[in-house]
């Protein structure tokens, strides 16, 4: 499956914007689906997941409340609502699709493709 990321930019802080990811090759119901970021100089760190069927959920302590992740499966898509913007979420976002059927929704290893990233950037 191949993903791309988009709806990244300058917000200032307490701004929201919404981040989308379109998958192609594959319908996405077949894969949990995930968000993670990267500021400069630090790791990978896991933001959201959301469920094949995305009745469940699971976020990243930081975002928790802030943001929303949600998936449309006839459009093969996944977003990232984010609201209530800090300066501390500035990085690049990064969707991913997880194949298998493990528990480590919350570690890149887990994921199995990746989209290229869209920057956000919140200003203070």
């Known amino acids: 499956v191949q993903l791309q990321a988009s709806g990244g930019g300058l917000v200032q802080a307490g701004g929201s914007l919404r981040l989308s990811c379109a998958a192609s090759g594959r319908t996405t119901n077949n894969y949990l689906m995930g968000w993670f970021r990267q500021a400069p100089g630090k790791e990978r760190e896991f933001v959201a997941a959301i469920s094949r069927n995305g ?26 609502q984010m609201n209530s913007l800090k300066p501390e979420d500035t990085a690049v976002y990064y969707c991913a699709a997880d194949r298998s059927y493990g528990l480590s929704y919350y570690s890149p290893n887990e994921y199995h493709y990746w989209g290229q990233g869209t920057q956000v950037t919140v200003s203070s």
């Open 55 to 80: 009745y469940s959920t699971y976020y990243a302590d930081s975002v928790k409340g802030r943001f929303t992740i949600s998936r449309d499966n006839a459009k093969n898509a996944v977003y990232l």
